[in-house]
Structure formats: C-alpha cells, structure tokens
C-alpha cells in the first residue's frame, strides 16, 4: 500500500470506510479531490481499471491521474456534469454500467457521494455476473478489420466489443480475444447499444452534449 495522507484517512472514515476495511474491499473505492483527481483507490478499484484498459495501471499510477481521462472520451461531458452536481448538491448519484471480461456479462454499479471539501467517494460494486449469451457471438480476432493503421483498437468500454474499421458504417463486433490481449493501443468508445442503454437521459438529447458523433454512430 502507498504511504496516504491523514487527510486520505480523514476523508474515507467521512464516507464510512476505515482504511483498512477500505484495503480489503471487494468493492472498488475511489476518492477524487476537489479537482477530481484520484488521492486513493483500493486494490479491486486498480483491478477494475485494468480489465476497462486492457493495460496495466498500479494504485501509484493512477494516483494524481484526472477521473475523467479515464472515462470514454463520449461520456466525458456526461460524468463531468454529474460529479459538479453531486459536488454542488450534496446528493448521493448511482449508475449502473457494464464492464464484461471475455468469460463473464458483468454489471456493475457505481455510487458517488460528497465528503468534506468537495472530495467525491467512488464506490463501484458487481451486481450481477453470468454467462454471455448467443446475442453476442464471439468472433475471431482479424487484425485488419479491427485495427487502425496507426495501431489502434477501438473498444467500447461497457460490452468491450470491437469496432471495425473501414467499412463505411459503424459495426460492433465481441472479440473476446482482444480482451486478454489487444491487438494495438486501445482507444475506449461507446457502442451504440450501451449508448442507449446506459444514457437514455442523453440520448433523448443527442445532441445537446454533442454525444451522438462522438458516440460513434
Ligand atoms: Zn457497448
């Protein structure tokens, strides 16, 4: 464990979590300063960031690291707003999103609550695993159909499907593969599905974030 502050101790005890009961938790835990940067998260929040990159990132990395550099760029403007209101108003906000690993559909569920000086508490929890289903076949890992020439691989960072690229139009497929091991740097999306899905309340907006392009539809 990094050497934290009195004032990580402080902050995580206002927010109900001891350090040490924080150290052990299952659930992923994440406190952002005022500037929403990370000052601490726990061993399953470190793992959890890893399986959204597909790249290893340490607790030492991730500390000082802005939150929002490390959400899909199309969803930027999205948690940006709600982590000013939960900040502004004081009122616990919970989202249900996807973070699926090659074997398991995995939901998760994040909620973000105000401490003291404006710091925000993470708190992101598995609710429900299973099986993926035949909605989603697995399909080979064709490198020139999913891979830029510049050597980046687009992934949605809820169903981790890949994007293909050059076909004219915006197809997701599931490559369970390029989840153990991406084939390029891993740009994070959004698929349309999940765009709908987890953001309908932007989605009656499309445009009112300018999330529909970037969304890649
Ligand atoms: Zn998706």
């Given at each position: 464990m990094p050497p934290y502050g009195a004032e990580v101790g402080e902050r995580l005890a206002g927010a109900g979590w001891a350090l040490a009961d924080a150290e052990k938790a299952t659930a992923g835990i994440c406190l952002l300063n005022a500037d929403l940067r990370i000052v601490y998260c726990n061993g399953a929040w470190e793992r959890q960031e890893r399986e959204k990159s597909g790249a290893a990132a340490s607790r030492e990395e991730l500390s000082?690291?802005?939150i929002l550099d490390r959400v899909a760029e199309p969803l930027r403007p999205f948690y940006s707003r709600r982590f000013s209101e939960v900040k502004k108003q004081g009122q616990e906000w919970e989202h249900d999103y996807e973070l699926s690993s090659a074997e398991k559909l995995r939901m998760y569920r994040l909620k973000v609550k105000r401490v003291a000086d404006s710091y925000l508490l993470l708190e992101s929890r598995m609710a429900r695993e299973a099986a993926h289903g035949a909605e989603r076949p697995a399909m080979p890992a064709v490198k020139s159909l999913y891979v830029?020439?510049?050597?980046t691989l687009t992934m949605c960072?809820?169903?981790r499907r890949a994007r293909c690229v050059g076909l004219g139009r915006t197809v997701w497929n599931w490559v369970p593969e390029y989840l153990s091991a991406?084939?390029?740097r891993v740009s994070q999306g959004l698929c349309r599905e999940c765009f709908a899905h987890f953001y309908p309340e932007i989605n009656r907006t499309p445009h009112a974030d300018g999330l529909g392009r970037a969304a890649g539809r």
């Amino acid at each position: 464990m990094p050497p934290y502050g009195a004032e990580v101790g402080e902050r995580l005890a206002g927010a109900g979590w001891a350090l040490a009961d924080a150290e052990k938790a299952t659930a992923g835990i994440c406190l952002l300063n005022a500037d929403l940067r990370i000052v601490y998260c726990n061993g399953a929040w470190e793992r959890q960031e890893r399986e959204k990159s597909g790249a290893a990132a340490s607790r030492e990395e991730l500390s000082g690291v802005a939150i929002l550099d490390r959400v899909a760029e199309p969803l930027r403007p999205f948690y940006s707003r709600r982590f000013s209101e939960v900040k502004k108003q004081g009122q616990e906000w919970e989202h249900d999103y996807e973070l699926s690993s090659a074997e398991k559909l995995r939901m998760y569920r994040l909620k973000v609550k105000r401490v003291a000086d404006s710091y925000l508490l993470l708190e992101s929890r598995m609710a429900r695993e299973a099986a993926h289903g035949a909605e989603r076949p697995a399909m080979p890992a064709v490198k020139s159909l999913y891979v830029t020439e510049n050597g980046t691989l687009t992934m949605c960072s809820h169903c981790r499907r890949a994007r293909c690229v050059g076909l004219g139009r915006t197809v997701w497929n599931w490559v369970p593969e390029y989840l153990s091991a991406p084939a390029g740097r891993v740009s994070q999306g959004l698929c349309r599905e999940c765009f709908a899905h987890f953001y309908p309340e932007i989605n009656r907006t499309p445009h009112a974030d300018g999330l529909g392009r970037a969304a890649g539809r």
